[in-house]
């Protein structure tokens, strides 16, 4: 699923609720799942506000983002010492995709939805979910110059495997080969910090990063 067509999703499922009550829950609507209070102190509010910054097109978070995003935290930090071959980066990729997609948008963002999925997971990686002194904006844009990199320099059959995937679930596939990578190579020097408004990476001319993918097995409700 695109981010366009779920802030379009949105649209349509808020005027049924104005109709009266809605069968189907909507990951994103915030009355179907509504964002419980949070603590000041709580990392996801840490986070909230970073990703406001980053993608000023966030409108609200909603239950569902918040859930999503503490189940990734757990994957990513036990994770951490995991060797690559152990750790679960189809649902670590999962549950970082079901926070882009759980939040509204005024209107679409200037990245794709698994660059963002990257950075998101690079903001909890790096700053080991908001306990350590980095930056986590700068840790954000710091991920997707080293996704550019990654991407100008894999070898033509990384590039094809991954172009290769099945339809249904290329977008995972893509955000999985992305994730991956943050456990990859040595530790980079730490750049200065991008602000708000960097253009998007090129999109690969095979690349439709926006196939819908079932992400529902990897978080209940």
């Not at 679930?169 to 020097?189: H, P, Q, S, V, Y």
């Not at 001319?205 to 529902?216: A, G, I, S």
């Amino acid at each position: 699923m695109s981010l366009k067509k779920a802030i379009q999703d949105l649209i349509n499922h808020s005027e049924l609720h104005q109709e009266g009550p809605v069968l189907e829950k909507l990951p994103s609507c915030r009355e179907c799942y509504p964002l419980p209070d949070c603590e000041s102190t709580d990392p996801f509010v840490k986070f909230w506000n970073t990703y406001r910054i980053i993608n000023t097109q966030a409108t609200y978070p909603s239950g569902r983002t918040k859930k999503a995003y503490e189940a990734l935290v757990g994957e990513v930090l036990s994770a951490e010492d995991a060797p690559t071959e152990q750790k679960d980066i189809a649902r670590i990729a999962a549950l970082a995709k079901l926070v882009v997609l759980s939040i509204e948008y005024t209107h679409e963002p200037n990245y794709r939805a698994t660059d963002i999925a990257y950075g998101v997971v690079a903001i909890i990686k790096k700053t080991y979910n908001y306990e350590n002194d980095q930056s986590p904006v700068n840790a954000y844009y710091q991920a997707l110059r080293e996704l550019r990199a990654v991407r100008e320099t894999e070898t033509t059959s990384d590039t094809a495997s991954v172009a290769g995937s099945t339809t249904g679930t290329f977008t995972l596939d893509r955000a999985w080969f992305n994730i991956k990578n943050l456990w990859k190579g040595k530790k980079k020097e730490e750049e200065p910090e991008e602000r708000y408004h960097t253009p998007p990476p090129p999109s690969s001319p095979t690349e439709n990063p926006f196939e819908e993918v079932l992400l529902n097995p990897y978080l209940t409700n």
